[in-house]
């Protein structure tokens, strides 16, 4: 951003988390629901008639947008500084989720910022502040509210304005490298500092900011970094939407002067793509009127072009690509034994155990997402016929060529007619079992298509033996198409196993690798011994729509077409 300079804000204080699912919350909802990605919002943020703080020249403003957490206000993001500028447009696009169902609070802090010390503290920095919920601005797309200083005092005239867009599921964003040749020359005893602003021209004539360039000093030639915007911002995904784009001659004290200006659209952009190159005459509407030989104030470059689709779960979904579930249940000796009532594994003719409850609650949701409704079943601990030696990943259904079950009722008689085969041991070893299924995935990762992901639901009842090992095989399974739940049965202290889930910190392998993809979700069962089975699997899929996206958008998969599978044209017209 080009008022940056000489004004950069220090660094963030930690962002609030918003955890998906959160323990304890028991909501109802249909198993389609729980699938459902977020919903994402874009703020973008102007002020007018601010406090000028400043003595020698006007306040250099900066926002921060905070979110408040159980009761805290934690700083989620800041603009960029606004040299000398009481009625400051911010190029900064706020990013939030936006959940219907919850009073999601914000404020707007405004700032004068101070060089290199950045946004200060004391009362003297503080330019105003204002509250209001995301429910708020999405409902009403555009508020406009006063600032106000402590002790609920007006800051003058001083107002902010925040406007909304939602990010549609078939959003995407563009990548746009600019240069500029001959551009008028403004300064008097140098060269200009040019520049570029692109807004988009909505409906009712109103202007919206999409981007602004960084100043390149010095320079009537000059070549701007590339940069990405959305095609939501760009143009809200209409192709022939107008864009005014201006080039200005940047100035220190906020008074920048115009260069000229040239309309286009998205569509015209796009010809920029490849190996071709696009190029407007940057007008000036006065020199046009007065000068008779008058051409141009400059010729502005799209020197390249590159369109990134971003898909949803759902294109993924409906473009064909199944859900793989696989069960691994936990047969170690601290279970107790099967024929005892007390034991976790007791089947009790009236009412299934918890390793049924759960295996069923998560198992319904994920066989609509496979068509041919069969699914492997593991089991770890144990000791099996015909030798009776301990298997760490054997198939309950002792067919080693085929451990698949039909459905999920095939899985429960499975689990029930092994039990009384076996003999409860352990250690509770699971890394083999996960090696398992990311071998599985690692050969449909090699299709390179976006045709199947898979989901290990493991089952246990205590803290797993081999950690250092279960790491690893995370770690290695975070670059596979692959999920893992992991549902703690019983009353054992499982706080170690949180360590495993990546909510509270990134979880790395012995070595100190870092996963590279949050793959791992872990809840007690005991939390929702009293919820409706729905609650449980709700809580435990909530992330596996943005864990199926975030892979296939790392290695760049787009979903097959329906009917044909094939992969989609990638430009904006293509069939969302």
Not at 189 to 207: A, G, H, V
């Given at each position: ?411 429960v008689e499975s689990y029930q ?113 009293n919820a409706s089975p729905t ?36 430009n904006l017209s293509s069939p969302?």
């Amino acid at each position: 951003m080009p008022f940056a300079h000489g004004a950069a804000c220090p660094p963030s204080r930690p962002a609030a988390h918003r955890a998906t699912g959160t323990m304890g919350e028991v909501p109802e909802a249909s198993p389609q629901a729980s699938l459902a990605v977020l919903s994402k919002v874009e703020l973008r943020v102007s002020c007018k008639h601010l406090l000028d703080r400043d003595t020698l020249n006007k306040s250099d403003p900066c926002v921060l947008l905070l979110m408040q957490s159980q009761g805290q206000w934690m700083e989620v993001d800041r603009s960029e500084v606004i040299k000398s500028n009481l009625n400051p447009v911010f190029a900064k696009i706020f990013t939030v989720d936006y959940y219907f169902e919850e009073v999601q609070k914000l404020r707007f802090e405004v700032y004068d910022s101070h060089g290199h010390a950045g946004v200060g503290t004391h009362d003297d920095d503080f330019l105003g502040g204002m509250e209001c919920t995301v429910g708020q601005i999405v409902a009403q797309k555009r508020v406009t509210k006063p600032l106000f200083l402590k002790y609920g005092k007006f800051a003058g005239k001083s107002t902010i304005t925040v406007i909304s867009e939602e990010i549609s599921g078939n959003n995407g964003y563009v990548e746009l490298a600019f240069r500029a040749k001959k551009l008028d020359d403004k300064d008097l005893f140098s060269k200009s500092d040019p520049f570029l602003e692109i807004y988009r021209i909505d409906d009712d004539r109103s202007e919206q900011l999409v981007y602004r360039t960084e100043v390149v000093k010095n320079n009537l030639s000059p070549i701007w970094e590339p940069f990405k915007v959305s095609l939501n911002s760009l143009c809200s995904c209409e192709e022939k939407r107008k864009l005014r784009c201006v080039v200005w001659d940047y100035d220190s004290r906020g008074k920048h002067d115009f260069i000229g200006e040239f309309f286009t659209t998205f569509e015209e952009m796009q010809k920029a793509m490849g190996e071709n190159k696009v190029q407007w005459d940057c007008m000036n509407p006065k020199y046009k009127l007065k000068k008779r030989n008058y051409k141009n104030s400059g010729v502005v470059v799209l020197l390249d072009l590159k369109i990134h689709r971003v898909y949803s779960f759902l294109d993924y979904i409906m473009g064909g690509c199944q859900i793989h579930f696989t069960v691994a249940i936990d047969f170690t000796a601290s279970n107790g034994d099967p024929r005892n009532s007390c034991s976790l594994h007791y089947i009790n003719p009236y009412q299934p155990n918890e390793y049924l409850k759960a295996l069923v609650a998560v198992g319904e949701i994920c066989q609509d997402y496979d068509s041919d409704k069969k699914f492997s079943a593991l089991g770890f601990g144990a000791r099996i016929p015909p030798k009776y030696e301990v298997s760490h990943d054997f198939a309950i259904n002792f067919n080693p060529d085929n451990d698949e079950c039909e459905g999920i009722q095939g899985v429960v008689e499975s689990y029930q007619s092994c039990l009384p085969k076996i003999q409860l041991y352990g250690p509770t070893n699971v890394a083999p079992i996960i090696s398992k299924v990311a071998r599985v995935a690692a050969d449909e990762e090699r299709t390179k298509e976006a045709s199947q992901y898979f989901i290990l639901l493991i089952l246990t009842d205590g803290v797993v033996t081999d950690m250092a090992d279960t790491r690893e095989a995370i770690v290695r399974a975070s670059y596979l198409p692959m999920s893992i739940i992991i549902v703690g049965v019983g009353n054992a202290d499982f706080t170690d196993m949180q360590i495993l889930d990546g909510d509270d910190g990134v979880l790395r392998s012995p070595k100190g690798e870092p996963v590279l993809r949050d793959i791992v979700q872990f809840v007690p069962f005991r939390e929702f011994k009293n919820a409706s089975p729905t609650a449980l699997a709700k809580c435990v899929l909530a992330e596996v729509p943005k864990q199926v996206v975030e892979y296939y958008s790392y290695k760049a998969f787009p979903p097959r077409c329906p009917q044909t599978h094939d992969a989609p044209d990638a430009n904006l017209s293509s069939p969302q």
